[in-house]
């Protein structure tokens, strides 16, 4: 390169450099403000939680959003305003009461699993936010958390008191004749259930429902032995769920209509990718077996792993209760 082409060269590049300059600072005019609407009902945990939260996720899912200046800056800031407005439609810890307790619970399921699976915060924000990151300890006080509030929720029911309502389901059974429904991964549904021992009953207070917890006889007798530290092959539980319940005359609590079927079964070597426990569930009267493909499963264990201290089965009666 000579000298004049040299020169013309590096005019070239001081003029490119005050055109991107100049739109650079007319980006920021159309930079787009994030505002904090007021708070309608703030989520309420425990002191230690509810400060992991502000921390690490009130910046996107709550209206106490508090950006630092690089953040409004464009074009970070499209980006940024974006994802706020994702966050909050998704859910707001500000509106947390606007939600149903169900719902409240699922949602806090879900969080804890996408910390776990270090999907959230989102990385593009911890990387430039460093502090937000949620260590092992803390999400180990998010879990213990949400596992306290599910058993909360899910308080034990007077299994004397349930009759287990099984009629509809017998009936739907007699008239599919022979078809077995079958989850994709190859478990069948089978109704001995019905015999076994029923290991625990819960009662969903937010949207009404029963459900009763049985298990086959190698599934009772480990968890009389204690034995569930791995579960022995071949234990089996079945979950049965009812939608609305009602009370007879008598105070006796009724199942409403039949709602689905949850099995696991313990084999170690087949169901190995999902800790050793298949999964299957069936919908509606008609039995229905859920999920498309064999990996719905991961979505079952994934919440199961958050009790590992008992062999990822969540409701274990104590020995006396059985
Ligand atoms: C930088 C913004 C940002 C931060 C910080 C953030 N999130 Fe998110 N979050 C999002 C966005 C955007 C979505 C929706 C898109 C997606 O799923 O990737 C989302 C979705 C989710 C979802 C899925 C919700 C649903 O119903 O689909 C969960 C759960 C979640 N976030 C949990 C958290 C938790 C817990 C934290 C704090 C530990 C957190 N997020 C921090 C932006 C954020
Ligand atoms: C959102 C978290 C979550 C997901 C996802 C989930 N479970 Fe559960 N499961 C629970 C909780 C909590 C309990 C205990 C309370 C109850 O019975 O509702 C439970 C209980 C069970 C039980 C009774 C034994 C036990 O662990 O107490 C079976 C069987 C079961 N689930 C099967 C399944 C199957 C099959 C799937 C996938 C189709 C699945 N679960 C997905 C949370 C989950």
Redesign the pocket.
Known sequence: MNFSKQKRYNKSVVLLGCILFAGFVGLQATSPEISNPAISGAFKGPKEVTSI?ER??Y???SNETNLKWYDKIAPFSYVVAA??K??RD??NFSEWDSISKGDQET?LW??VN??DARK???PT?TTIHPG?K?TKEELSILKNYVIDLSRKNHALGDTAKIKTGGEEVVKVEKERGHQVPTSVNGIAYFDDYKNWKVISSTNRFDNGTIRLIYGNEIAVNAIKENKIKPWPNGAVIVKVVWNSQHEDAEGNVKPGNFNNVQMMIRDDKKFKDTEGWGFARFNGLGLEPYGKTVSFATSCINCHRMVPENGFVFDIPTKNKL
């Open positions: 939260f690490a996720c910046d996107c899912h994802d706020v994702e966050a998704r859910f949602k879900y969080m996408m910390i959230m915060p989102l924000y937000a949620i």
